[in-house]
């Protein structure tokens, strides 16, 4: 069963700022999901990703697959970016679904 | 459009008392659908998966069940709650496993 890590839990930053989260995991993937989660619970796809590179507006997210490895970026942070941002995978079929980190919270000071 | 609907937002339901909580999906047909739930200070946890009408898996032992009595209702309930069953509860669906996933908003359930 994949494990999914991603880190850091918790960070906090001033507007502006050039914003890294980071997911790791232990098994092959057929896909990896970012996916963003407001206070009020909804979750919110960003992308999804099975190699390579995807850019929407400010936000960029890379995987590697060699090393089980991928990263959100958001450039010139503002405070409403502010959410918790999951990383999750799907790595055989249908029945397994995705499988989730615990979220990255993401704090945006003006 | 596709769209998903989940309901209720938030509930607070004593210990022994029935769950029932409805997801409906809009605009796709014969989705993959599924409920999740995240406990405090965890991920979010498959707990049930249908790929059709009275197809249901469960991924983990629990006093939870689902149902889906049409393509794009899914329905998890409970006889009997448990403080444990406290929870965000999310319903989910996919055209297919290695397609985009979309969410609905969610409920948050306090058992007491």
């Known amino acids: 069963k994949n494990e999914v890590e991603q880190s850091p839990q918790n960070l906090t930053a001033q507007e502006g700022e050039f914003i890294t989260i980071n997911c790791s995991y232990s098994v092959g993937i057929s896909a990896l999901h970012w996916l963003q989660q407001h206070p009020g619970g909804g979750i919110v796809s960003l992308f999804m990703?099975?190699?390579g590179k995807k850019k929407h507006g400010r936000l960029i997210a890379t995987i590697n697959i060699q090393e089980k490895h991928s990263s959100l970026h958001i450039t010139a942070s503002h405070p409403r970016d502010s959410a918790v941002y999951i990383c999750a995978v799907s790595s055989g079929g249908g029945a397994d679904g995705l499988t989730f980190g615990k979220g990255t919270h993401l704090i945006i000071q003006p | 459009s596709q769209t998903i609907h989940q309901w209720p937002a938030t509930l607070v339901q004593p210990v022994g008392s029935p769950l029932s909580l409805e997801c409906t999906v809009e605009?796709?047909?014969?989705?993959?659908l599924y409920w999740y739930r995240q406990a405090a200070g965890r991920g979010l946890q498959l707990l049930f998966y249908?790929?059709?009408?009275?197809?249901i898996s469960s991924e983990v032992p629990q006093n939870l069940s689902a149902s889906r009595p049409q393509d794009r209702q899914f329905i998890l309930s409970s006889k009997k709650l448990l403080l444990s069953d406290s929870g965000f509860y999310l319903c989910a669906w996919q055209t297919d496993w290695n397609t985009e996933a979309f969410f609905g908003q969610g409920t948050r359930l306090t058992v007491v």
């Open positions: 990703l099975s190699s």
């Open positions: 605009g796709t047909s014969n989705p993959n």
């Open positions: 249908s790929i059709g009408i009275d197809q």
